[in-house]
């Protein structure tokens, strides 16, 4: 019989229970049990039969995956049913309620801790050989949950591995890497690097990098503070707090980031740029772009973390509709002038730019890159980083591209006259060029490039589109309600502009799959401008934004807050998070 090691729960028992209370029928019951005797998995029961995916016929078509079936296994024995978010935990007292050896045995984990009662995660419903004796010991009430058995036994190994790492790491051998000053950040730059290779260095910085993978997160940043140093990662836009260190042991995570990074582990007076190249544990490689900063307190260190899959994604997952795809796409696909992307960092730019370098990278073109720095290694791409420190920028970059017979020019950033003047040469001579600008919207880039030094002839002469873009938050499809219409927020989102008011909107709820943020992935908002003889009819050495907005507007074009609506009427977003990016404030006329 298939049954765990510590609990007398066994798979027959659990489907039995599952059919008499009609959640599956006697077929489903015997095919899972057919099943899971022929793939012998292994893992608690709960998790075995969620791993077959089986289609409740008498709960409206449910999945039930291991959390389903755990929360119903917790309310069966009526146990407080928790999913631990491991953002929230905090590893220091929760590793210190009972050792791992005992936590392991009795396949128990402390997943809350307060001076009223300590929550004690479970396995086994029916086990309370250890209850008294560590009642005893932490003199304070016990609170028995119910967890997924998968995330406790995970977490067991996670967390006390953690714990072990960072006293591990607390040792003598790092004391001199303590940081509290920029004078004595100065000081340890001469410090040798044997520290950062510490063992439980290297498996703090593992499980971080696990972590974040594990957690979907963009960024990984390590900040250091006078005595102590926070660990928070970024998800969905938003940064949350995962750990806090000791400034010392923070010091040799940061210089272990640096040594993965081929980057001067001795310096640590200036800014510094590497990146790492990875693997998540099923397999996926994942690019990891590094950027340090000397602070007051020591070295702070962002991670960014760029996902190949996002390649693969389509123009309708990133949020575009089918009509700014087919525009876009329209103006990428031509053979000579300039395409543009607007918004400012944290936008979404080089999803969007990679995306489209990918469709349109045949094997019939020859596609070259300058970047700063290159954001990820793609193959179809050939692909040139700027050094600054060998005078290697944009504008020489784009001079030696010139050479290489490209057909497309892709520029990381147009920030300057001298850039600006290569790309319009590049354009002229028979090749396209698509690039990035600091913008609030796509109209402003015209008059951003007058700014820079271009003159209107020969933007008129080179310019295709804008196209401009923000990044808004995705409601959580597990647990966002359902609410009237907001008749104020939509007219202020929508004024000026006629759109119907939705039938219905949606807010955030807050549920253990969204952290209670009712967010969960985000999604595009975008706002073509394309050149034709009307805009170009008012591009002059005196033009402003507004009229060619105006005109642009004559001509069909779609302003940021619009195509955010678009959005809160399909249910995929709210009023306050498009206006949070995209207000009218910013693109009044």
């Not at 599952?18 to 899971?36: G, P, R, S, V």
């Not at 900063?293 to 997952?317: C, H, M, N, S």
């Not at 949606?506 to 969204?514: H, K």
Request: net charge neutral; hydrophobic share 40%; aromatic share 4%.
């Amino acid at each position: 019989m298939l049954k765990t090691a510590h609990s007398k729960t066994d798979i027959v028992s659990i489907l039995s229970q599952l059919e008499k209370m009609e959640i599956i029928d006697a077929t489903q019951a015997k095919e899972a049990l057919t099943k899971l005797r022929a793939s012998k998995p292994v893992g608690h029961p709960l998790n075995q039969i969620g791993s077959l995916k089986i289609r409740s016929k008498m709960r409206r078509n449910q999945i039930l995956t291991g959390e389903v079936l755990s929360e119903w296994f917790a309310e069966l024995h009526q146990l407080p049913y928790v999913r631990i978010d491991p953002l929230k935990i905090n590893v220091d007292q929760v590793t210190s309620v009972m050792s791992k050896a005992f936590a392991i045995r009795h396949d128990i984990l402390a997943c809350d801790v307060n001076k009223n009662e300590v929550a004690i995660a479970v396995i086994d419903p029916d086990e309370q050989g250890w209850e008294a004796g560590l009642t005893h010991i932490l003199r304070r009430p016990i609170k028995r949950v119910f967890a997924n058995p998968e995330t406790v036994r995970r977490l067991q190994h996670e967390l006390y591995n953690l714990s072990h790492s960072i006293k591990g790491a607390s040792g003598e051998s790092l004391q001199n890497l303590k940081v509290s000053n920029l004078e004595q950040l100065l000081e340890v730059g001469k410090a040798g690097d044997i520290d950062a290779n510490d063992q439980h260095v290297v498996q703090i910085v593992d499980w971080l990098l696990q972590y974040a993978f594990a957690e979907r997160a963009s960024d990984i940043h390590v900040e250091p503070r006078r005595e102590m140093a926070n660990i928070r990662l970024r998800i969905d836009g938003v940064l949350h707090q995962v750990y806090e260190m000791p400034a010392n042991i923070a010091a040799a995570v940061t210089a272990r980031f640096k040594i993965l990074g081929r980057m001067d582990v001795a310096e640590r007076r200036k800014p510094l740029d590497g990146r790492i190249k990875t693997k998540t544990p099923n397999g996926l490689e994942i690019e990891l772009r590094l950027s340090t900063l000397p602070t007051a307190f020591g070295e702070k260190l962002v991670a960014r973390i760029f996902d190949p899959t996002v390649l693969l994604r389509d123009f309708k997952a990133l949020g575009l509709d089918r009509q700014t795809e087919k525009s876009w796409l329209q103006m990428a696909k031509q053979s000579t002038g300039i395409v543009l992307l607007t918004g400012p960092t944290g936008s979404g730019k080089t999803t969007t730019l990679y995306t489209t370098l990918k469709l349109i990278a045949t094997s019939e073109v020859n596609v070259c890159t300058i970047e700063d720095p290159i954001e990820m290694v793609e193959p179809s791409f050939n692909q040139m980083q700027v050094h600054h420190d060998i005078q290697l920028d944009f504008a020489s970059g784009i001079r030696a591209l010139l050479r290489q017979d490209p057909d497309i020019i892709m520029i990381g950033e147009i920030r300057d006259r001298e850039t600006a003047e290569m790309a319009i040469q590049a354009s002229l001579t028979g090749h396209l060029v698509i690039s990035t600008l600091h913008t609030n919207d796509a109209s402003s880039a015209i008059t951003r490039l007058q700014d820079i030094g271009v003159p209107p002839y020969l933007i008129n002469a080179t310019l295709l589109g804008v196209m401009a873009q923000r990044l808004v938050r995705t409601l959580c499809p597990h647990c966002k309600v359902a609410i009237q219409p907001d008749e104020a927020g939509w007219r202020e989102l929508t004024v000026g502009f006629k759109v119907p008011l939705p039938k219905l909107m949606f807010e955030p709820g807050g549920c253990d799959e969204c952290r209670h943020s009712g967010y969960s992935g985000r999604v595009g908002i975008y706002e073509l401008l394309e050149v034709d003889s009307d805009i170009k009819a008012l591009v002059s050495e005196q033009c402003e934004v507004a009229p060619i907005k105006r005109q642009a507007l004559k001509n069909g074009m779609k302003l940021l807050r619009i195509s955010g609506a678009k959005k809160v009427m399909e249910g995929q977003t709210t009023i306050a998070e498009v206006m949070r990016v995209a207000s009218p404030a910013m693109e009044e006329l």
